[in-house]
């Protein structure tokens, strides 16, 4: 299966199990390494690097911004042979409360009519 297959079918299987997500792909040309997809879920979000397999190669930088998007949120890499595995972690991840105080809580309106 091409990387780009598996993806699509990701897609799909992401927003039917996170119903009123919102899933964004990055453009890799934007930032070396930076993970294909961004899912962005309420008020919590996770970063994927897709991959045709567990034996595919990693791009420079994407080690790095996996490991840093996952210390603020949850990313990790995904292939077809994790991907339940890798999609149970990230519905943890987006039930986890983490938040101390909701930002629309502290932040006062500055809209004027």
């Given at each position: 299966?091409?990387?780009s297959?598996?993806?699509s079918g990701?897609i799909?299987?992401i927003?039917?199990?996170f119903?009123?997500?919102?899933?964004?792909?990055?453009?890799p040309?934007?930032?070396?390494?930076?993970?294909?997809?961004?899912?962005?879920?309420?008020?919590?979000?996770?970063?994927?690097?897709?991959?045709?397999?567990?034996?595919?190669?990693?791009?420079?930088?994407?080690?790095?911004y996996v490991?840093r998007?996952?210390?603020?949120?949850?990313?990790s890499?995904?292939?077809?042979?994790?991907?339940e595995?890798?999609?149970?972690e990230?519905?943890?991840?987006?039930?986890?409360?983490t938040?101390?105080?909701?930002?629309?809580a502290?932040?006062?309106?500055?809209?004027?009519?």
């Amino acid at each position: 299966m091409k990387e780009s297959e598996f993806q699509s079918g990701l897609i799909k299987d992401i927003k039917s199990r996170f119903p009123g997500c919102i899933v964004l792909k990055n453009d890799p040309n934007y930032i070396q390494g930076i993970p294909d997809l961004l899912i962005l879920q309420e008020d919590r979000w996770a970063a994927l690097e897709v991959k045709k397999s567990r034996s595919s190669k990693k791009r420079p930088n994407q080690e790095y911004y996996v490991g840093r998007m996952n210390e603020m949120s949850y990313a990790s890499f995904i292939y077809p042979e994790n991907k339940e595995e890798v999609l149970n972690e990230m519905e943890l991840a987006f039930q986890r409360n983490t938040r101390r105080c909701s930002c629309r809580a502290r932040r006062k309106s500055t809209f004027v009519a």
